[in-house]
């Protein structure tokens, strides 16, 4: 699986976001997807993450950093994994990183697959 992710740019505090990862291959409906965020100086850190569809349904995970102003979502029809941000404050500034992996998780072990990252600025 390779990932594309875009979206990314600079925004001014309380404004908004949506950043794309676009995936190729065949198989992307059996993987998770999970959002990562590393800022300068500071370890990759797990900011969402959304389940393969299952029987059950969709799970979806956040960051408490994020919890209600973050939305992750998935398009199994376009391969991609859309991570909608509003409220955007100046600590949400980092690179965005996207991974596939088997699981939801909330570290980056057990993702397998990464993008290259779209870098996301936000002024204060």
């Known amino acids: 699986v390779q990932l594309q992710a875009s979206g990314g740019g600079l925004v001014q505090a309380g404004g908004a976001l949506r950043l794309s990862c676009a995936a190729s291959?065949?198989?992307?409906?059996?993987?998770?997807m999970g959002w990562f965020r590393q800022a300068p100086g500071k370890e990759r850190e797990f900011v969402a993450a959304?389940?393969?569809?299952?029987?059950?349904?969709?799970?979806?995970y956040y960051a408490d950093s994020v919890k209600g102003r973050f939305t992750i979502s998935r398009d199994n029809a376009k391969n991609t994994v859309y991570l909608q941000m509003n409220s955007l404050k100046a600590e949400d500034t980092a690179v965005y990183y996207c991974?596939?992996?088997?699981?939801?998780?909330?570290?980056?072990?057990?993702?397998?697959?990464w993008g290259q990252g779209t870098q996301v600025t936000v002024s204060s």
């Open positions: 959304i389940s393969a569809i299952s029987w059950s349904g969709i799970s979806t």
């Open positions: 991974a596939a992996g088997g699981q939801p998780g909330v570290t980056t072990i057990g993702y397998d697959y």
């Open positions: 291959g065949r198989t992307f409906n059996s993987y998770a």
